[in-house]
């Protein structure tokens, strides 16, 4: 436990700083469906290539660069006070897609696909959850079938979040269906614009379509998009929820204080601090948001020293999403008879309502910790 | 900011623990609890702990103690709270700063020898104060000592605890910082991460080994999650303990803020904590023998130390914007 004040660090925090007081967007993100979303994040993921603030810690040959993970840290945390657009169609890119290739992707596909998406070029959308195997995971059945060097896809997935927006899907398939659950599985590359790829979106119930439905009609992928070795995605599949639970999505995570902040800020200047449970449920709230930036750095703290993220740190989900839950449902009571109009607090608290679901239920991140951390039977 | 303790700092916490299974094992506290006409904690065991350098971690060697800081000592309140400690530790080692820092070295001193005790005003009670002892009246603008006249034995929640309606006679020293409430509040949230982590690992403990419908409780859902809540709970805590230790020493402009937050997650983790670790035991868990009840009453009366919970909630409301 020791305070870093390097004046590299700290310098880097100021340019940080700097360019972002200069370079945000002056527009909102547009929340609507059209292309004009996924032009608006591109637009803005370029401008940060541009300026050298895409893939901090991402190597130099990739187009990142090539920083620590404390330099990523920082600039998230400042990209988050900025109030820069966070939610993004790069979202899977970075937290997910990016991440797992840097750790088990082979040398072509790093140098095809990483600088791509540093240069804002192509999104990605996740393909794990099928109709059938949502918390069972490996449960998957939508099969890929080698057919000379190419891989044959069919069946369906869903729950893809920007899907619609995606260039190319990371997506875990089937390849051996006599193998256990776990060992017939393949982490492969998709093509979201191959023949026999249906895309449908899916309305949530803010309104908004957040995921698709995706269906694979002999989809046809070259074998080279397999990452690591075909029947050995499970493993990769890991990475990349090790990455998820790790630095990756750390900008949504900690865009969770400046929200509070923007409560807090309302609260105080319309006089609802005097409704003495509203401050209390505030001031705890905030408390607990404070927590998920420490845990970020306690959990970066022990990754310096060269260990994947454990188990344990599932616990960090697991924090965060009882805080959105909480402040979401605290933001309609500040409110009052006002979150009956449709304000951006009434969205955010509707859309709120995934945080316990995706990436895995908060009942099954609960099991885990339990079975994993504490060594309960299962 | 690195938040991962350091091999020294895990060192201070390793050999408190040591020390603590050895001389205050819960069959000793028990003992010592049953005697409530005596004090919390004997004088032979106090001088120890003086002599581990306990009661001085974080002050000066000029000021004659260890020279480390407060993630230090917060490794070894960590110690304390895990393992029920009786006495004033807090108060003291409060007390010894605030000795020093009101010039009164030779009663610092004194303090962190072990031969002058400090325990603490709590509302109308002093807690661990006997007759000639000195207590420590805290609040948001400092500290001060008065010497404690006659005090008078009042029956309380925690038997590892003395309670008294004590007279005080003069003032010995006053230091007015408001660093010094930030700092005891991060102490105390040491305390109560070390009572999270001691009823998790309880719970999981039993949850492992009791059978029921011919299987260990731990199976079920139910016992499963609240274990893993608790789990939750101390991971989140330590995160903003370490970083709170760290700015407050520091002195940021933010330490106070985190402070108190870290001393809220502590209290209320420790709160719903104990008390599920008494659902988790079932029956055995209502029951004086068996240890659950210990931890829930510690938690009770460390969430009461500094008067209600809702000063800390204005420390935490007061910034107009988190820094980073």
Request: with cysteine; net charge negative; aromatic share 8%.
């Amino acid at each position: 436990v020791e305070l870093d004040t390097s004046k590299e660090l700290k310098e880097f925090r100021e340019e940080a700083r700097t360019w972002l007081s200069e370079n945000v967007p002056s527009e909102a993100r547009p929340h609507t469906v059209g292309p004009e979303l996924r032009e608006y994040d591109q637009e803005w993921q370029r401008r940060q290539y541009e300026g050298g603030w895409a893939g901090i810690d991402w190597e130099p040959e990739y187009g990142g660069r090539g920083l620590s993970l404390v330099e990523q840290v920082v600039w998230y945390e400042e990209l988050v006070r900025a109030r820069a657009p966070r939610d993004s169609v790069f979202s899977v890119a970075f937290g997910h897609a990016g991440p797992t290739l840097i750790m088990r992707g082979n040398e072509e596909q790093k140098s095809f696909y990483l600088p791509k998406i540093l240069r804002g070029e192509t999104p990605w959308s996740q393909g794990f959850s099928e109709p059938g195997a949502g918390s069972d995971l490996a449960s998957l059945r939508t099969r890929a079938v080698v057919d000379g060097d190419e891989l044959v896809i069919s069946g369906s997935k869903i729950w893809t979040s920007y899907g619609q927006w995606s260039d190319y899907g990371e997506l875990l398939v089937r390849t051996d269906p006599d193998a256990p659950k776990h060992k017939g599985i393949t982490w492969v590359i998709m093509d979201m614009h191959a023949p026999g790829v249906d895309i449908r979106p899916i309305t949530s119930i803010d309104g908004f379509p957040h995921n698709c439905e995706v269906f694979y009609d002999e989809a046809r992928i070259p074998l080279a998009n397999v990452v690591d070795k075909v029947n050995n995605g499970w493993s990769v599949a890991m990475s990349t929820l090790a990455a998820e639970r790790g630095p990756g999505f750390l900008d949504h995570r900690l865009s969770e204080i400046v929200f509070i902040d923007e409560l807090t800020e309302y609260a105080k200047e319309h006089g609802k601090l005097a409704d003495q449970s509203i401050a209390d449920r505030l001031a705890t709230v905030r408390a607990e948001a404070a927590a998920i930036r420490s845990m970020a750095y306690y959990q970066v703290s022990t990754a310096r020293k060269g260990e994947m993220p454990g188990s344990e740190t599932t616990a960090i989900r697991s924090w965060l999403v009882g805080v959105q839950t909480r402040a979401a449902g605290l933001a309609l009571d500040i409110l009052g008879v006002e979150a009956l109009e449709w304000k951006p607090w009434t969205r955010q608290w509707l859309s709120s309502f995934s945080a316990p679901i995706a990436g895995g239920t908060t009942d099954i991140q609960r099991n885990i910790i339990g079975e994993r951390v504490l060594g309960l039977p299962r | 900011m690195n938040l991962a303790p350091s091999e020294e700092q895990a060192s201070i916490a390793a050999a408190a623990a040591d020390f603590l299974a050895k001389e205050l094992s819960i069959a000793r506290i028990r003992d010592l609890g049953a005697d409530q006409g005596a004090a919390a904690i004997d004088d032979g065991t106090w001088h120890r702990c003086a002599e581990l350098g306990w009661l001085g971690l974080g002050l000066s060697e000029e000021a004659g103690g260890v020279g480390l800081g407060l993630p230090e000592e917060v490794m070894l309140f960590r110690e304390l709270g895990r393992f029920l400690a009786p006495g004033p530790f807090l108060s003291s080692v409060l007390g010894a700063r605030v000795a020093f820092r009101a010039g009164q070295a030779d009663l610092a001193e004194s303090i962190n020898s072990g031969e002058t005790r400090v325990g603490m005003q709590v509302g109308d009670l002093a807690i661990d104060a006997r007759s000639d002892d000195l207590i420590l009246a805290l609040d948001e603008f400092g500290g001060r000592l008065y010497r404690v006249g006659e005090s008078q034995p009042v029956a309380g929640v925690d038997p590892g605890i003395r309670f008294a309606r004590a007279q005080t006679a003069g003032m010995v020293a006053e230091y007015m910082d408001q660093t010094l409430l930030a700092r005891a509040r991060v102490l105390v949230a040491a305390e109560l991460l070390g009572i999270i982590e001691a009823v998790r690992d309880m719970s999981a403990s039993y949850a492992q080994t009791r059978i029921q419908f011919g299987k260990p409780i731990g199976t079920f859902q139910a016992v499963k999650h609240r274990c893993a809540d608790m789990a939750i709970a101390a991971y989140a805590c330590a995160a903003e303990l370490f970083q709170a230790a760290l700015l407050v020493e520091a002195e940021t402009a933010d330490a106070g803020f985190h402070a108190a937050s870290a001393y809220v997650l502590a209290s209320n983790g420790a709160r719903r904590s104990t008390a599920d670790n008494i659902q988790n035991h079932g029956g055995i868990g209502f029951t004086w023998e068996q240890d659950s009840h210990l931890f829930l009453k510690r938690a009770l009366v460390f969430e009461n130390l500094f008067g209600p919970q809702r000063a800390a909630y204005r420390d935490i409301l007061a910034p107009e914007r988190h820094e980073f």
